[in-house]
């Protein structure tokens, strides 16, 4: 049975998902959290898209992200999550898939409320932080200052 295809719709709001394979552990470091943000900005300045919220961890990562034709969207992710894994392999010197599976990209509704939700995920991200001992501004669902710096 073949997969549905994936709704790429012009201005439409994504909720994208992607994971470690296996669950493993990508985003361990400083280094790499800077990194994938790096990559994160070249990727919005080469395809028009708008960043509502995000939320980077150690094994998988959320973004809220409205991108102006919908048919950047894969191309969108596929540098993004191509470009973070050939860089963790030459890093870590690991073999095989970085990502499992397909990357999610549930289209969200248009009804502001979903892309105004941040800070209530603040809450929980700061009970994460808590959790793991994390001090890094790349765990906070919503860090203005840092996303717009970096765009």
Known sequence: MTRPPRQLLDGGCDHLIARGNNRQFLLTEEGAFRYFLDLLARAKSRYPARRYHYCLMSNHLHLL???ARGDHLPRFMQG???GYGRWYKSRTGYVGHVWQGRYKSPLVDEDPYYRALGPTNEQRQAAYRDFVRLETPYASVLD??????AF
């Open 65 to 67: 992200l409205e991108i």
């Open 80 to 82: 993004l999550l191509q």
């Open 144 to 149: 203005t200052h840092l996303l717009e710096a």
